[in-house]
């Protein structure tokens, strides 16, 4: 067999870390991989995580041992509470059930793959992501067997949201198609639709019967503000939607290589709705165990004791203003430099787009070169990752963008 394996690609994203680590320019520039740095360009561990790892270790009775196969209750219980807001119909009506995954990847996939066996089986589903998306959507989507096609997405002359080009691509898609949705702060556009458009997206949903599936990787992480960042999740669950939610905790809690992360699957409302959520449950289960047997404890009890304690929470939400804060800073002085040299363009959209990331509609031509020539790196297709810049390297990289948009 081994002779007829293909050589495959390097991931793109982890490659251009590597690249990243191997350049010894001391004024290189990270603008690639979503993980948040501080203002001296260094990862964060974000001093509520520190303050519950000390109570963890210091507790005598931690242990080792597994933990069940759908992870630790109070960690899933406290992830319903907080992706849909605690009072949410679903979790009163008990029409959720969640499982413990391995980050916000493990969560997509365990999705993909029930619905791959369970979603109207021996018919033709396709699931559809947004044009672009975060691109691991892809493989683990095909992993699993599930065809895809995309909806437009963003809009290159406003580089802002093509609402009318992804309503029409849902509205002509096959009945009880499956959407992928980026709960907030898309991954990679920074680009959301306002409440209004989402409301226009869960009237169409429901018209055309398709399946709503909610990514969720910048809860808190994107507006510094939990509740608003989590608003068009309620909003579907509200309306009564049949939906499931994939949801990390890597950006907003720092748990990077923890793989912290919950799946959730939300029924409608209806009197066997407790029942469905039983039978889905046990097939989840079944899946859980094939794959990872029963997931990674470490992160997901840092989460939990953060979660569900009220002071502890009162400061992750002090910390998730640290970050956004300080990405939305960068965006001000991003622009505002750009601006200032003069650059050709326009520039509006760098405050504009929200979150980790900004398209800024640099062209590939210009990334190969704001790398060759200024040791900068970030993704192809002109995404940079706004925690990569700080007070020391805003000037140096918005002088490295000035010189590769006029080349
Ligand atoms: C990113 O898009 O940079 C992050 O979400 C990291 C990843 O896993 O791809």
């Given at each position: 067999t081994a002779d007829v394996v293909p050589q495959a690609p390097e991931d793109a994203l982890f490659g251009l870390a590597a690249a990243f680590r191997r350049?010894?320019?001391?004024n290189k520039v990270d603008l690639g991989i979503g993980a948040y740095r501080d203002n001296n360009a260094k990862p964060w561990v974000l001093p509520v995580v520190k303050q519950a790892d000390d109570i963890l270790r210091s507790d005598p009775n931690l242990n080792h041992e597994y933990l069940p196969i759908a992870g630790l209750a109070e960690f899933t219980s406290a992830s319903q509470n907080l992706v849909l807001q605690g009072d949410s119909p679903a979790i009163t009506d008990k029409r959720i059930t969640s499982l413990q995954t391995v980050s916000g990847t493990g969560a997509v996939h365990l999705g993909a793959l029930f619905l791959s066996k369970f979603?109207?089986?021996?018919t033709q589903r396709t699931a559809y992501f947004s044009?672009?998306?975060?691109?691991n959507h892809f493989q683990i989507f095909s992993n699993v067997g599930l065809p895809y096609k995309t909806y437009p997405y963003f809009h290159?002359?406003?580089?802002?949201?093509d609402f009318e080009g992804m309503v029409n691509t849902i509205q002509s898609a096959e009945e009880g198609s499956i959407i992928v949705l980026h709960a907030c702060a898309h991954n990679p556009t920074g680009v959301d639709p306002t409440q209004e458009q989402w409301k226009k997206l869960a009237e169409l949903i429901r018209a055309k019967k398709h399946f709503p599936f909610f990514d969720t990787a910048y809860q808190g992480f994107a507006s510094g503000d939990v509740a608003r960042d989590a608003w068009a999740i309620r909003y579907f669950v509200e309306q009564g939607f049949e939906l499931c939610i994939a949801q990390s905790y890597a950006k907003n809690f720092g748990l990077y290589g923890e793989r912290a992360g919950c799946f959730h699957f939300v029924t409608s409302p209806s009197p066997d709705a407790q029942s469905t959520v039983s039978r889905v449950a046990s097939q989840l289960a079944i899946l859980q165990r094939s794959e990872i047997s029963n997931p990674p404890a470490y992160g997901a009890r840092i989460a939990s004791k953060v979660l569900n304690d009220r002071d502890l929470f009162a400061q992750w939400e002090k910390d998730l203003k640290t970050m956004s804060g300080r990405i939305i800073e960068m965006r001000k002085a991003l622009r505002g430099k750009l601006e200032e040299l003069g650059t050709?363009?326009?520039?509006?959209h760098i405050t504009e787009q929200i979150g980790m990331f900004s398209f800024t509609g640099l062209t590939e031509k210009q990334v190969d070169s704001l790398r060759e020539t200024s040791h900068v790196y970030m993704t192809k297709n002109g995404r940079i990752s706004m925690a990569g810049l700080n007070t020391n390297n805003v000037e140096y990289f918005a002088k490295a963008v000035d010189k590769a948009v006029r080349e």
């Amino acid at each position: 067999t081994a002779d007829v394996v293909p050589q495959a690609p390097e991931d793109a994203l982890f490659g251009l870390a590597a690249a990243f680590r191997r350049d010894e320019s001391p004024n290189k520039v990270d603008l690639g991989i979503g993980a948040y740095r501080d203002n001296n360009a260094k990862p964060w561990v974000l001093p509520v995580v520190k303050q519950a790892d000390d109570i963890l270790r210091s507790d005598p009775n931690l242990n080792h041992e597994y933990l069940p196969i759908a992870g630790l209750a109070e960690f899933t219980s406290a992830s319903q509470n907080l992706v849909l807001q605690g009072d949410s119909p679903a979790i009163t009506d008990k029409r959720i059930t969640s499982l413990q995954t391995v980050s916000g990847t493990g969560a997509v996939h365990l999705g993909a793959l029930f619905l791959s066996k369970f979603y109207k089986p021996n018919t033709q589903r396709t699931a559809y992501f947004s044009d672009p998306t975060w691109p691991n959507h892809f493989q683990i989507f095909s992993n699993v067997g599930l065809p895809y096609k995309t909806y437009p997405y963003f809009h290159k002359e406003t580089k802002g949201l093509d609402f009318e080009g992804m309503v029409n691509t849902i509205q002509s898609a096959e009945e009880g198609s499956i959407i992928v949705l980026h709960a907030c702060a898309h991954n990679p556009t920074g680009v959301d639709p306002t409440q209004e458009q989402w409301k226009k997206l869960a009237e169409l949903i429901r018209a055309k019967k398709h399946f709503p599936f909610f990514d969720t990787a910048y809860q808190g992480f994107a507006s510094g503000d939990v509740a608003r960042d989590a608003w068009a999740i309620r909003y579907f669950v509200e309306q009564g939607f049949e939906l499931c939610i994939a949801q990390s905790y890597a950006k907003n809690f720092g748990l990077y290589g923890e793989r912290a992360g919950c799946f959730h699957f939300v029924t409608s409302p209806s009197p066997d709705a407790q029942s469905t959520v039983s039978r889905v449950a046990s097939q989840l289960a079944i899946l859980q165990r094939s794959e990872i047997s029963n997931p990674p404890a470490y992160g997901a009890r840092i989460a939990s004791k953060v979660l569900n304690d009220r002071d502890l929470f009162a400061q992750w939400e002090k910390d998730l203003k640290t970050m956004s804060g300080r990405i939305i800073e960068m965006r001000k002085a991003l622009r505002g430099k750009l601006e200032e040299l003069g650059t050709p363009g326009k520039w509006n959209h760098i405050t504009e787009q929200i979150g980790m990331f900004s398209f800024t509609g640099l062209t590939e031509k210009q990334v190969d070169s704001l790398r060759e020539t200024s040791h900068v790196y970030m993704t192809k297709n002109g995404r940079i990752s706004m925690a990569g810049l700080n007070t020391n390297n805003v000037e140096y990289f918005a002088k490295a963008v000035d010189k590769a948009v006029r080349e």
